[in-house]
Structure formats: structure tokens, C-alpha cells
């Protein structure tokens, strides 16, 4: 329990920071997918 007290003081905003990344990387995930789409009809190249 201590470590959990010691960290949250090292890093305050780890939570919000941790899912502000996690939202943005799959934004870039589903833009890319949408644009692999867009250019070669498939959303997995090789795979219909």
C-alpha cells in the first residue's frame, strides 16, 4: 500500500496522462485504418 501512496506523489496526474495517451494512440490506430481502407479497398492488405 505504501508504494501506491508513493507513487501517486511522484506522479499526480499518472491516471488522466496514462488515458489521454491511450485514446490518442487509438485515434492514430482507427485513422490509419480508415485511410488503409480508403487506398487499397481492404482494411488488411493481403487479406480480401
Do not use: D, V, W
Not at 3 to 29: D, T, V, W
Not at 35 to 45: F, M, V
Request: charged fraction near 10%; hydrophobic fraction near 50%; glycine fraction near 6%.
Amino acid at each position: 500500500m505504501q508504494i501506491f501512496q508513493i507513487l501517486s506523489k511522484l506522479f499526480p496526474n499518472y491516471a488522466k496522462e496514462a488515458e489521454q495517451s491511450n485514446c490518442r494512440l487509438a485515434m492514430i490506430g482507427f485513422f490509419a485504418l480508415i485511410h488503409n481502407y480508403a487506398l487499397t479497398g481492404s482494411i488488411i492488405p493481403g487479406i480480401l
